[in-house]
């Protein structure tokens, strides 16, 4: 489960002390220890019980241009700090409970209640208001892990615990698995997570619990459509570019979408199994796994066209 960090201060920060300690502080989210030692400065935010309405008061007078100009999350995120240049970014998130208006008018999806997930990015939270989420905590190897649907995955239940007022965690990327649940009542908590460009190249997974699986690749980005494009619509430079991706690109998500975007653009089903028949030989197991998967999907569509086809 997360790592729960002791965190006994009783000082109060503003969020602009916050935001000058990270960026002068050696603050470094690769390292499991130095990010999990920004748990009291964080802690020290949490304990000042204005900022956040203040912040939103703020806003909401401006009609809300500060959080519509920069915030990229949801509209369950304040977002408190980011900057191009750093490497951390502040916000705030509220957990409803299942009786409030908006999940009754929204349903709890927005707020993946009921989706068990790792994530592909370290943070630390702090509950600030409320009684707090609750989840179901697992934990898993990632480096075990291959990442197609449907694979067997070793998951470890720990407990079941709530985010509670004050207190801290560090959830780890690719470690920290959670059945987030609702909170009992409206809860706000608070956390600093690692701003890395690379994250979005790092998978984050969906998992079956029942099943001890995985159930989907959560992570997207507007490469993999444009790679269909490129493949479409990109002549021969396309094709060059697909089959670079293919070949070399640090991301195995991106091998795979860059091969599908080949095999889709074939002139007919023998074709495309023809190109998918080269990602079995690829030194990546998920591309190697991916294409023996979509190989058996597309001979399963065969045999039904051909029974479709006699049938009539």
Same mark, same amino acid.
């Given at each position: 489960m997360p790592r729960v960090i002791d965190c006994p201060t009783e000082e109060s920060w503003e969020l602009a002390e916050l935001v000058e300690a990270l960026e002068t502080g050696g603050f470094d989210s690769d390292d499991e220890e130095n990010f999990a030692s920004w748990g009291t400065q964080l802690r020290k935010l949490a304990n000042n #019980? #204005?900022? @956040?309405?203040?912040?939103?008061?703020?806003? @909401?007078?401006?009609?809300?241009?500060? %959080?519509?100009? !920069?915030?990229?999350? +949801?509209a369950q995120v304040v977002l408190l700090h980011a900057h191009p240049r750093s490497?951390?970014? @502040?916000?705030?998130?509220?957990?409803p409970a299942m009786k409030d208006s908006i999940v009754r008018h929204s349903g709890p999806d927005p /707020? /993946?209640?009921?989706?068990?997930? !790792? &994530?592909?990015? +370290? /943070?630390?939270?702090?509950?600030?208001?409320?009684?707090?989420?609750?989840? !179901?905590y697992y934990?898993?190897?990632?480096?075990?892990?291959?990442?197609?649907?449907?694979e067997p995955v070793n998951l470890r239940f720990v407990e079941k615990a709530r985010l509670e007022q004050g207190k801290v965690m560090l959830y780890r990327a690719h470690? !920290?698995? &959670? *059945? %987030? @649940?609702?909170?009992?009542?409206?809860?706000? +908590? *608070?956390?600093? *997570?690692?701003?890395? &460009?690379? +994250?979005? /190249?790092r998978d984050q997974y969906q998992f079956d619990l029942e099943g001890s699986t995985i159930a989907g690749i959560m992570t997207r980005t507007s490469l993999e459509p444009m790679l269909g494009l490129a493949a479409h619509y990109g002549g021969e430079e396309g094709e060059d570019l697909l089959r670079s991706f293919a070949a070399s690109h640090p991301s195995e998500r991106v091998r795979w979408a860059a091969l599908k975007a080949q095999a889709a653009a074939a002139a007919d089903l023998d074709g495309r199994i023809a190109v998918l028949e080269r990602g079995t030989r690829a030194d990546s197991r998920l591309v190697g796994a991916m294409a023996r998967r979509e190989i058996g999907r597309l001979e399963a569509a065969r045999a039904w066209l051909a029974g479709a086809h006699l049938s009539q």
């Open positions: #019980r #204005r900022f @956040l309405a203040e912040m939103m008061m703020t806003e @909401l007078k401006q009609r809300c241009a500060g %959080q519509l100009k !920069d915030n990229q999350y +949801s490497n951390f970014v @502040l916000r705030a998130n509220f957990w /707020f /993946f209640y009921g989706v068990p997930h !790792d &994530h592909n990015f +370290s /943070f630390l939270t702090v509950g600030y208001l409320g009684p707090g989420y609750w989840s !179901d934990e898993y190897d990632y480096g075990q892990v291959v990442g197609y649907p449907g470690r !920290d698995i &959670h *059945l %987030q @649940l609702p909170a009992d009542a409206m809860s706000v +908590s *608070l956390n600093i *997570l690692e701003a890395s &460009h690379s +994250s979005v /190249f």
